[in-house]
């Protein structure tokens, strides 16, 4: 009888197993985990002997169905008839010149340990792409104003949590009283936790911090442990937290009106299409920040003067082509709950 049941056990593993592998060949979420086509995919293009960087990002709808984006210096492409079967990405693209003509551009290509390969296919001729994915930097990156108290008195200091290319985290700790090292900064699913280690003239103290980030406040709340004070409560308010996420973007010109998407970083860098933004400049409701855009060996300088009123972007783009109005509206994503099967 224990024999039996051991082999029922083991039966019943090896299809949750089996079923978890098809899902993710089929690029299908499996339970407990998403599949491995969502997110965002950096896509370099060679035109003819000229590389231009593009975002093919990947998301769902409300009723669950998948979509994408082709996001590129010239504005933010729906695509549509989006096909991913055994690692095979098929899609098309729509686009209306200033004439009102549309042109039709597809998309093959297939996926492979992460890495894209493909080509891109119009009335113009077929160009070679190739990508990988984009990493998320993770939410607790950026500059933190912590509160707490001491006895009767309020302390603010600030917290600033960097990441590097690979995502591993470091932390400073700036308070006008005593010096701060902190050391194993831990992330994950929404919990922050380090060690930090304080010299107040001749003394010396170490203390622990365990916090989590509340993804719709974006508020830091945890507990700072010594073992010489007992335990503080010590809550953090992000620096531009307001403008921290993707936007929808519609510039207006004499050429006509597009779409693009923009995303500003925790650590205020981020992209403007598929441009890099080094630093973004955000002061009470003004937002500034240089764009340098590479063709050939000649660079152009784009600049964005604007302000951020009541959840809204608008401004003024610049660069020797001329200035574009510029609109934005903050993409306000909602977590999406599993079906019970």
Known sequence: MKHQTFLKAVLCCSLVVLTMLSARAQGQPSQGRRGGLYGDWKIKVDYDGRSFDSILSFSRDKE????????????????????????????????????????????????EEGKLSGTLSSDRGEYKAEGGRMPRMPRAVGSWQMKFKVGERDITTTLIVKADKDNTLAAEWQSPWGEHTIS?????????????????????????????????????????????????????????????????????????????RMRINPDMSGLYGAIPIKKVNFEENRVDFLLALQFGDRTYEMTFDGKLEDSKLTGDMTSSWGTQKVKGTKIVRTVRRRRSQ
Do not use: H, P
Not at 72 to 93: N, P, R, T
């Open 184 to 260: 194993d900064v831990q992330y994950e699913r929404g919990n922050l936790s380090f060690k930090r280690k304080s010299k107040f003239q001749e003394r010396e103290f170490e203390s622990t911090f365990k916090g989590s980030i509340d993804r719709e406040t974006d508020m830091l709340t945890g507990v700072i442990s010594m073992s010489e004070m007992g335990e503080i409560q010590a809550e953090g308010t992000r620096t531009g937290g307001a403008l921290i996420g993707d936007w929808d973007i519609e510039t207006t010109s004499d050429r006509g009106t597009r779409k693009q």
């Open 64 to 111: 669950g169905n998948r979509t994408a984006q082709w996001i590129s210096i010239m504005g933010l492409s729906e695509c549509k008839d989006v096909s991913f079967e055994d690692g095979k990405l098929s899609l098309m693209m729509e686009n209306r010149n200033r004439e009102g003509q549309i042109s039709t551009t597809k998309f093959a290509a297939k996926i």
